[in-house]
């Protein structure tokens, strides 16, 4: 079974810098979905962003990107310019295209404060 | 486009009772996917469904379940309630096509008393 591990619980950035959150899995497969999602105190899951494993170039949305490496099996969200508006709760989150499922495996979480 | 609609936005039962929560996906979208989200455990995986059948199954009790109708509205019931079953309930949609996210309701959040 796959796992997702966020290894910060809690991370706080300043308006206007630049944060990081780390993200690892464990799979055997070779092909599969990796997704960031942010989940505001309104509660919905948003969809930041995607990246296909079959695809090196990392994805990028607007100021959010990611840092894929297959190898190590780390997918880290990076966002750029923060606002005060990104303070959320993020998760990463696995799918396998092979079990013909959507079926999320979600990492614990991390909480970004954004300090004004 | 309306996106997932998920009903009632809050709930309180009692111990013992059961509980029906509603879930319409985003129009054109046929698969449909039940979470669990608590402090401790996170979010967890229940179930999913697609034309009216169930695709996959978490693991989760026999007191959890759900179905899917002809137009995708989905519902998942919980029977014998417990008081670890408070917790927020959400729902998502997707197209059927393997590359396609998961677009999420806003959940009920179900409280037990």
């Known amino acids: 079974a796959q796992t997702v591990t966020q290894s910060q619980p809690e991370m706080s950035v300043q308006e206007a810098e630049t944060v990081t959150l780390s993200c690892t899995y464990d799979t055997s497969e070779s092909d599969y979905y990796l997704f960031w999602y942010k989940q505001p105190p309104s509660r919905q899951m948003i969809l930041v962003i995607r990246q296909e494993a079959y695809k090196q170039q990392n994805a990028t949305e607007n100021r959010f990107s990611v840092n894929f490496q297959k190898a190590a099996k780390s997918f880290s969200l990076k966002i750029s310019d923060s606002q005060l508006g990104d303070a959320a709760m993020y998760f990463c989150a696995y799918r396998s295209p092979s079990a013909g499922s959507y079926q999320l495996t979600f990492g614990k979480g991390t909480k970004l404060s954004v300090i004004p | 486009k309306a996106g997932v609609t998920q009903t009632p936005r809050y709930l309180i039962k009692t111990r013992g009772q059961q509980v029906t929560l509603s879930c319409s996906p985003i129009s054109g979208h046929r698969s449909v996917s039940w979470y669990q989200q608590t402090p401790g455990q996170g979010l967890q995986f229940l179930f999913e469904?697609?034309?009216?059948?169930?695709?996959n199954k978490g693991n989760f009790p026999g007191r959890f379940s759900g179905r899917q109708f002809s137009n995708s509205r989905s519902e998942m019931n919980v029977s014998t309630l417990e008081l670890g079953d408070s917790a927020l309930y959400l729902c998502?949609?997707?197209?059927?096509?393997?590359?396609?996210?998961?677009?999420f309701g806003d959940g009920t959040r179900l409280s037990i008393l």
């Open positions: 998502a949609s997707s197209f059927d096509y393997s590359n396609q996210p998961q677009h």
């Open positions: 469904y697609f034309s009216e059948t169930q695709r």
